[in-house]
Structure formats: C-alpha cells, structure tokens
C-alpha cells in the first residue's frame, strides 16, 4: 500500500511540526491487526455479558483477601486446581488491561467528536447550497436549473419542521371520547302539585 494513499497532512501546520494524519483505511487496518494481537479477545452476547459483570465485580478487598488465602493454603491451591502465582498474574492483568479499556474509551469519543464536527461542517455547507441556491433562481438572470435540486432539497430536508395536528393524516389525531347521554325517561311531575303563575306589578 502507497503511503500517499493512506496518510494526509494538516494544512494549517508547518513543514516542521506538520504532523502525519492515518486516513481511515489506514487506522481500519491497524484496529484489524491490534485486534489480533489482544489476548482473549471476544465478544459476548449481552445476557451472557450480565451473567459475568456481579462476580466480575466483586469487592476489590475482598478479592485481595482470597488471593492471600490462596498463597497461607496449600490445600486450598489443590481444591482450586490454582497456584498463587497465577491467580496473582491474572489479576494484575485485568487491572493492567482495565486502563487499556478507559484508553480505549477516550479513543472512541475523540473519533466520535471529530467525526461529529465533519458532519456538521458537511452540513452547514448544504444548509448554505440550499440557501444560496435560492436566491440563485430570482430575477433576471435565474439559474432555472437549480429549481428542481432545489425542490429536492426542500423534500428531503426535515430540520426545523414540526407537524402540526391539521396535517395529521386521518386516524391519527386523538379520538373525541363520545358524550355519555342520559336516555332514561324525564320523570312526571306530580298531578297534585300546582301550577305556579307569575304575577306582575306595575
């Protein structure tokens, strides 16, 4: 593989302190081989993960205590099939790679936050097509040929837009709950029971 194919250079930096840029290719591959190189590398399915991570984790004394008590017994190594070497190596290892794991983390966001501002840089400049390409097609001297990119552009972009209830389609505004109505019949009033009559005064 060319190095020209795989590297690029930072514009803004000088020739003395322009650093060597991996393009992505090139840091694919070398996760690839860096891959092949973990010992126990795995993966594991997310139950299978849950079942490990309560003994994975256990009180960090606690497993001091027991690695001792392996080193005063030889008759615990027997029972275990273990001896306190390794077992002591072993977790020396977990720790060791447990910062391999926080470095690789901060790895991982910083390819994220980069990544993230090409994206928005990317972004901002189609906002501005978009934008540019309108004023574009006004006046005398339009560019007619943009209206259609135009007209895809305005489909296909969906910031700032909200739907509003009027342009629900049917069945997807919320149900009116029905007016419960009384139909029991009114009932009579009494026979016995004058009818009131309203006076007036002058």
């Keep these: ?16 302190d322009r650093p060597l840029f991996l393009a992505p290719e090139a840091v694919l591959e070398q996760l690839r081989l860096l891959q092949q190189q973990i010992p126990e590398f795995t993966q594991l399915e997310i139950p299978d993960a849950h079942a490990l991570r309560s003994v994975a984790n256990l009180n ?26 390794g077992v002591k190596q072993e977790a020396l290892d977990a720790d060791q790679w447990s910062s391999v794991e ?11 936050a980069a990544n993230l ?21 006004r006046g005398s001297d339009a560019e007619v040929d943009l209206i259609p990119r135009i007209a895809d552009m305005k489909r296909l ?22 007016v419960q109505q009384d139909v029991s019949p009114p009932e009579p009033a009494p026979a016995s029971e004058p009818v009131a009559k309203l006076e007036l005064h002058s």
């Design 117 to 137: 501002l090409r994206r928005h840089r990317v972004g901002m400049t189609a906002l501005k097509t978009y934008n540019i390409s309108r004023q574009l097609v």
């Design 1 to 16: 593989m060319n190095i020209k194919d795989v590297v690029t250079t930072n514009p803004t930096a000088t020739a003395e």
């Design 102 to 112: 926080a470095q690789l983390r901060s790895l991982l966001k910083g390819v994220t």
């Design 60 to 85: 960090p004394g606690f497993v001091r205590t027991a690695i001792d008590t392996v080193s005063a017994s030889a008759r615990v190594q027997t029972a275990l099939g273990r001896d306190p070497e």
């Design 157 to 178: 972009n969906k910031l700032g837009r909200r739907r509003s209830k009027a342009s629900q389609p049917p069945g997807m505004q919320p149900a009116t709950p029905p």
